[in-house]
C-alpha cells in the first residue's frame, strides 16, 4: 500500500508545467540568481582582499610579534618579560619627546590647515571670482612639489643670511638675524609653515569637491532671510560639509602621527631632536646607529594604536548621520 501511495504522489498531473532544465524533485536549485551575484562579487573582490591580506595584516601580525622580541640586528629573542619593549617605552625619554612634538603639530597645524583650506574653497568657489583655475592651480601645487625641492627652498629661506632674516631686518622687525632651524621653537615653527604651505591646497580641492554638491537654494534662501556672508558661511555651508570635514580631518591627523618628510628634510630632527617626530625616530632606532627592530616594532605599534583611537573618537564625535 506504501510502495502504491508514493508511485501516486509521483504521477504528473496532465495540465503540470515541464520542469525546469536544472530542477531536482522538490529541492532549488543550488546555484540560483541571488548565489551566482553572491560569487561574482566575491571573485572581484578575493584578489584584492589576498593583496590587503599578504600585503598589509600579515607583515602587521609579524610586527607584532617582533615588538615582543629583543635583541641587535638579526640576532632576536623573545623578551622576559614579553612587553619589555613597551615597558621601555614609557622610560625613554627621546620616544616622550618625539611624541610631545608629533602632538605640537598635530594640535597647531591640523585645525589650521583645515579652516585655511575651508575658506579657500569657500573664496575659490565664487561663481564671480575671475581666473578661478589659476587660483585653484597656484594653491593646490606645493603638494605636487617633491620634497626634496621643496626642503631645499625652505632651508634656503630659513637660513642665516637667507630672504626671511633679510626681509625682517630691513623692515626693523628684528634687530639681528634669526637662527631659525637652530632653535627648537623656531625649527619647529618653520616645519608647520611647511606643513601648512604643502598640505592646504590638497584638502581645498576635497573641500571644492563637496561644494559642488550644496544646494545653492539653500544659500540663496539664507541670504533673502537677511544672513550676512559669515552667517551664510558658518550655519549653512559648513554644516553641509560636515562629512567632508570628518574625512579630512582623519586624513590630516593620520598623515601628522606619521609625518617623516618634513622632520628628516628640514631639520634632521634638531637641534637635539627637539623636533623630531615619532616616525622618524622609529626610522633612526630601525636602520640607523645600532638597528633594534624589536623596539622599532614596539614604536609602530604605539603609532597604529593612536591612529585606531583618535580615528575613532572623530568618527563618533563628527558623524552624527541618522
Known amino acids: 500500500m506504501a510502495s502504491d501511495a508514493k508511485t501516486r ?22 546555484l540560483n540568481n541571488t548565489r551566482r551575484r553572491s560569487l561574482t562579487g566575491w571573485g572581484f573582490l578575493l584578489p584584492a582582499a589576498l593583496l590587503i591580506l599578504f600585503m598589509s595584516f600579515i607583515p602587521m601580525a609579524q610586527a607584532f610579534v617582533l615588538s615582543l622580541q629583543t635583541g641587535r640586528g638579526t640576532r632576536l629573542e623573545f623578551a622576559e618579560p614579553l612587553w619589555y619593549n613597551y615597558q621601555r617605552l614609557l622610560s625613554d625619554e627621546i620616544f616622550k619627546l618625539t611624541l610631545t612634538n608629533t602632538f605640537i603639530y598635530l594640535i597647531i597645524q591640523v585645525p589650521l590647515m583645515l579652516a585655511l583650506a575651508l575658506v579657500l574653497a569657500n573664496l575659490l568657489n565664487n561663481p564671480k571670482l575671475k581666473f578661478k583655475a589659476l587660483w585653484r592651480t597656484a594653491i593646490f601645487l606645493p603638494c605636487a612639489v617633491s620634497l626634496v625641492s621643496y626642503s631645499l627652498v625652505f632651508r634656503t629661506l630659513f637660513a642665516g643670511d637667507g630672504f626671511v632674516n633679510d626681509m625682517l631686518t630691513g623692515i626693523g622687525a628684528i ?18 609653515l611647511g606643513l601648512l604651505w604643502r ?26 532671510d537677511g544672513a550676512n556672508a ?20 582623519i586624513l590630516s591627523i ?20 627637539q623636533t623630531m617626530s615619532m616616525a622618524h ?40 548621520r541618522d
Request: glycine share 6%; charged share 15%; aromatic share 16%.
Open 230 to 249: 559669515f552667517q551664510t558661511f558658518w550655519y549653512v555651508t559648513v554644516p553641509q560639509l560636515k562629512p567632508m570635514i570628518v574625512l579630512t580631518a
Open 254 to 273: 593620520n598623515g601628522t602621527l606619521q609625518l617623516f618628510d618634513e622632520s628628516w628634510a628640514l631639520t634632521r630632527g634638531g637641534p637635539a631632536y
Open 175 to 192: 634687530d639681528s638675524p634669526i637662527n631659525w632651524l637652530g632653535q627648537a621653537d623656531t625649527a619647529r615653527f618653520v616645519i608647520i
Open 199 to 224: 598640505w592646504t591646497g590638497y584638502n581645498m580641492v576635497f573641500y571644492l569637491a563637496a561644494l559642488q554638491n550644496i544646494d545653492h537654494s539653500s544659500i540663496e534662501a539664507a541670504r533673502m
Open 9 to 30: 504522489t509521483k504521477t504528473p498531473r496532465r495540465n503540470d508545467p515541464p520542469p525546469l532544465p536544472n530542477y531536482i524533485g522538490n529541492r532549488k536549485p543550488w
Open 281 to 320: 625616530y622609529l626610522y633612526e632606532v630601525s636602520f640607523q646607529k645600532n638597528p633594534n627592530f624589536g623596539y622599532a616594532a614596539a614604536i609602530s605599534y604605539v603609532i597604529l594604536m593612536l591612529v585606531a583611537i583618535l580615528s575613532f573618537i572623530q568618527m563618533k564625535v563628527g558623524d552624527k
